[in-house]
């Protein structure tokens, strides 16, 4: 089991930059692959990035690749997802997941194991 708990999210003007946190505790934080996605009302959940156990590999979707920076630290148990040139069309709620799996990018909802309880992020025009 592992449970995953987001921070960070929070009220920024378009243009903008927050950093998103998700601390993870429970069993090896290493063995996991780490993505983030977001929910918009009245929209499903889709995913926005992705990173491997070990931080070499990383994904992003089209429309925060340039924008977005996911990254992890092992030794704090620790994903980031570095929001910068924020958008009114990033204002949804982001969720952490962990999915006990190696080697393969994971992009779909189904695909992770775990998830935190999420972090509202709002952009203003």
């Known amino acids: 089991q592992v449970q995953l708990v987001e921070s ?3 009220l920024v003007q378009a243009g903008g930059s927050l950093r998103l946190s998700c601390v993870a505790s429970g069993r090896t934080f290493s063995r996991y692959a780490m993505g983030w996605f977001r929910q918009a009302p009245g929209k499903e959940r889709e995913f926005v990035a992705h990173i491997s156990w070990s ?9 925060v690749k340039g924008r977005f920076t996911i990254s992890r630290d092992n030794a704090k148990n620790t994903v980031y997802l570095q929001m910068n040139s924020l958008k009114p069309e990033d204002t949804a709620v982001y969720y952490c ?3 006990d799996t190696r080697g393969v990018v ?14 509202q ?3 203003s025009s």
């Open 55 to 63: 931080g070499g590999t990383t994904y992003y979707a089209d429309s």
């Open 121 to 123: 992020v709002t952009v």
């Open 106 to 119: 994971r992009v779909r909802t189904y695909e992770y194991d775990y998830w935190g309880q999420g972090t």
């Open 8 to 10: 960070g999210g929070g």
């Open 97 to 99: 997941a962990a999915a």
